[in-house]
């Protein structure tokens, strides 16, 4: 895994450049929403394009994660299909419902029946290198579908956001110190916090990450949204909350009101006997500051898996879970 973190930044240079190789049809000029599909490691690339096509373009985009194929969903929806395998049950039975409608379509993996689909229908293919668990291919898997959106959603990443995105990236391995952070997380029970946009994506990848390298059972939950509900929780059992740690993540756009209150916050966990933890993200452009705190994500539950003596590449709950027919 260490090999994947030291080559993030060559995956997005190349994904770049695979994505802008993508030939669209005609009628992919008339999209206005974008539909995207996906589990996993291959979907958290669709829940950054999200915010990063929300901030820039008029364009609806949704995130589906194995739920139904919406009405709303018509021949101006464009319908992304990411399943780097190719072989996703979940992704591969939407597709059936997209070219039943006729919606127009992007495939996005490294091969499998996805790929099949898509030199038998003659759906664009984003076809990007395969050999890697997927979590480990979020470079490629964000990168490469970036220029086909600015294709179609009439905005664009300037080449100074990626060149500080990339800068960004290669300062995580000493940014923020992931060795520090793992064992301040060693052996706790891990709750994480952000305002919710920009850093949603990045809540779901350190939870994710947190599980599937570290072997660590952690939740998430969004700003302000957890003043309303879920503050009440850090009082009972006891004997948890004392093993317990609230991680907040934070942004140079954070609101002010409600750092306030986040404040307070911190105050009241830190006199139930849990401890907390803030980290900042580094970066001016959104796409910067998103995958700093990604990247630094990733660091952190490799050094934590290491410190829980697992090894981060093996997953065999979620192999056994995919063998059932």
């Known amino acids: 895994m ?10 997005i240079s190349e994904g770049l450049e695979i994505g ?3 030939l669209l049809p005609r009628a992919y000029g008339k999209v206005k929403q974008v539909l995207f599909y996906g589990m996993g490691g291959s979907a958290i690339s669709g829940d950054v394009l999200r915010i990063l096509v929300t901030q820039r373009s008029r364009d609806f985009f949704a995130v589906e994660h194995g739920g139904k194929w919406p ?7 464009l319908a992304v299909f990411s399943s780097y395998s190719g072989n996703t049950i979940e992704v591969l ?18 091969g499998g029946k996805l790929a ?44 100074a956001e990626i060149n500080e995105t990339l800068a960004t990236i290669r300062k995580a391995p000493s940014q923020g110190q992931p060795k520090q952070i793992a064992r301040t997380l060693f052996g ?16 779901i990848r350190w939870r994710a990450q947190l599980a599937e390298n570290s072997k660590t059972l952690a939740s998430h939950h969004f700003i302000p949204e957890i003043f309303h509900n879920e503050v009440e929780g850090w009082r009972f059992p006891k004997d948890v909350i004392r093993r317990s740690l ?18 307070l916050l911190v105050k009241y966990i830190r006199g139930q006997k849990a401890e907390t933890l ?48």
């Open 2 to 11: 260490r090999e994947y973190l030291l080559g993030v930044d060559r995956q």
């Open 20 to 22: 802008r190789t993508v």
């Open 71 to 77: 009405n709303w969903a018509d021949r101006q929806t």
């Open 93 to 110: 039975q939407h597709l059936k419902h997209a070219i039943a409608c006729g919606s127009p379509m992007l495939i996005v993996t490294s």
């Open 116 to 159: 099949e689909i898509a030199v038998k229908h003659r759906i664009p293919w984003v076809k990007i290198p395969g050999g890697l668990p997927p979590r480990c291919a979020i470079g490629y898997l964000t990168f490469s579908v970036l220029p086909v959106l600015e294709k179609v959603g009439h905005f664009q990443v300037l080449k």
């Open 188 to 203: 706790r029970s891990i709750h994480l916090y952000a305002m919710g946009g920009l850093l949603e994506p990045v809540l």
């Open 246 to 263: 609230a991680l907040f993540l934070r942004d140079r756009e954070d609101s002010p009101f409600f750092e306030k209150r986040r404040k």
């Open 278 to 325: 803030e980290i900042k993200s580094s970066g001016r452009s959104p796409l910067a500051r998103i995958f700093s705190l990604i990247s630094l994500g990733d660091w952190v539950s490799y050094e934590l898996a290491l410190l829980n003596g697992v090894d981060p590449m093996k997953i065999p709950v979620i192999e056994a879970l995919k063998k059932i027919k």
